[in-house]
């Protein structure tokens, strides 16, 4: 693709997303994956993780309403979106992770998760990162957050270590696929995983990683 196509893209989804009120252009990523891949139901619980500045709630709670609800975690502060239950705090710390699981109170159906570093400009080091903070919202479904047979979406950094990851998830949900949605440049590395029918009840994360072969 030219420039001055990617340039066109990006400002059509830019547009695209002031004109449907949408926080970000990412929510239109969300959007295309559930089209695809027939992700959320109404009345499931959601779990959006690295949330802000709230796109992918906004479209999330869309499809949920009205019986649903979504939470949403981000390490920055989010303005309040209406029917989301928004919650600040650093998801790798296991103190937020437990105030997570004290305010959901339950399983959710769907955890999604567009995490992402603050971009250093040194691939490897923020494709390292990236999996690492994917690593983490893949810790709270084992951790009991997700129920058996539910859905995990993530979006991963192609890199050294995408493929040990999707290996891991092939382990933990009965199919997994493989997505780039239109919206997302096509140029980036980023593309999105959706994972459904989650087999395991709640596991430690050690003994998940004893089971999955990971060695950290
Ligand atoms: C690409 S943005 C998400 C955009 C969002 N999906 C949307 O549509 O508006 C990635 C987010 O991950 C968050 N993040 C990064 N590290 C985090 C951490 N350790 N805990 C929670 N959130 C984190 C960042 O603050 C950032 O808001």
Request: charged share 30%; glycine share 8%; aromatic share 10%.
């Amino acid at each position: 693709m030219t420039h001055r196509r990617k340039t066109r893209k990006r400002e059509f989804y830019y547009r695209e997303a002031i004109r449907e009120g949408y926080r970000s252009r990412s929510s239109y990523k969300l959007k295309q994956l559930h089209e695809k891949f027939d992700i959320f139901k109404v009345g499931n619980l959601v779990l959006d993780v690295g949330a802000a500045p709230g796109g992918w709630s906004q479209v999330a709670s869309m499809y949920v309403q009205p019986a649903g609800r979504v939470y949403a975690i981000d390490i920055d502060y989010m303005d309040p979106i209406e029917k989301v239950i928004a919650i600040q705090g650093d998801m790798s710390d296991p103190e937020t992770r437990k105030r997570l699981k004290t305010i959901i109170g339950e399983s959710v159906d769907v955890i999604i998760s567009d995490i992402s570093p603050k971009i250093t400009g040194n691939w490897s080091t923020d494709h390292a990162r990236q999996i690492f903070l994917t690593e983490q919202a893949l810790r709270l479904c084992v951790a009991g957050l997700l129920k058996r047979g539910g859905k995990f979406v993530c979006k991963l950094f192609m890199g050294d270590l995408h493929e040990d990851f999707i290996k891991n998830l092939k382990k933990l949900f009965t199919v997994v696929y493989t997505y780039k949605p239109k919206a997302s440049r096509k140029g980036s590395a980023e593309f999105y995983v959706v994972a459904k029918g989650f087999t395991k009840g709640p596991i430690k994360w050690k003994k998940m990683q004893e089971q999955t072969g990971e060695k950290k």
